[in-house]
């Protein structure tokens, strides 16, 4: 199964996270599911780094390689067909980044693995973080 994980459960799974559901977790320990890591998230998570509202236990490029490498996530790159997608969603969620992981999940065909109830309104395919 592809999964595509939402910027806190990846978070969450790195720091062991009881806020992480059991069975999230077994979906992401599963070998034979693929792991998508989007560039939005490493967007986003530079974004918040710079604004203080996030430390990383190393600098963001160091960070994302070795994650990438260590828990086999297979990189996701924002393309146009992604983008163009977003353009047409209904203005249901305001961030810029979830709408863009949404977009992905359809034109990935993926589950969006996240703990934001309001991206179940999308129609697209949702799995409980």
């Known amino acids: 199964m592809k999964l ?5 459960v990846l978070l969450w799974w790195l720091h062991d996270s009881s806020r992480l559901r059991p069975a999230t977790r077994d979906l ?3 070998a034979k599911n693929e792991l998508l890591w989007s560039a939005a998230s490493t967007w ?3 974004i918040k780094v710079h ?3 996030l430390r990383l ?7 994302v390689k070795r994650t990438i490498r260590s828990q086999g996530l297979t990189s996701l790159p924002v ?3 992604h983008a163009v997608v977003v353009a047409d969603l209904p203005p249901i969620h305001r961030d ?3 709408r863009m992981l949404v977009a992905q999940s359809m034109v990935e065909s993926a589950r969006l693995l996240t703990a934001d109830p ?4 999308y129609g697209v395919d949702c799995l409980e973080a």
């Open 4 to 8: 595509l994980l939402d910027t806190h």
């Open 118 to 121: 309001q991206l179940r309104a």
């Open 57 to 63: 236990p190393e600098p963001l490029p160091v960070f």
């Open 51 to 53: 604004l203080g509202k």
């Open 28 to 30: 992401i320990a599963e």
């Open 96 to 98: 810029p980044f979830d």
């Open 79 to 81: 393309e146009h067909e």
């Open 44 to 46: 986003e998570l530079g």
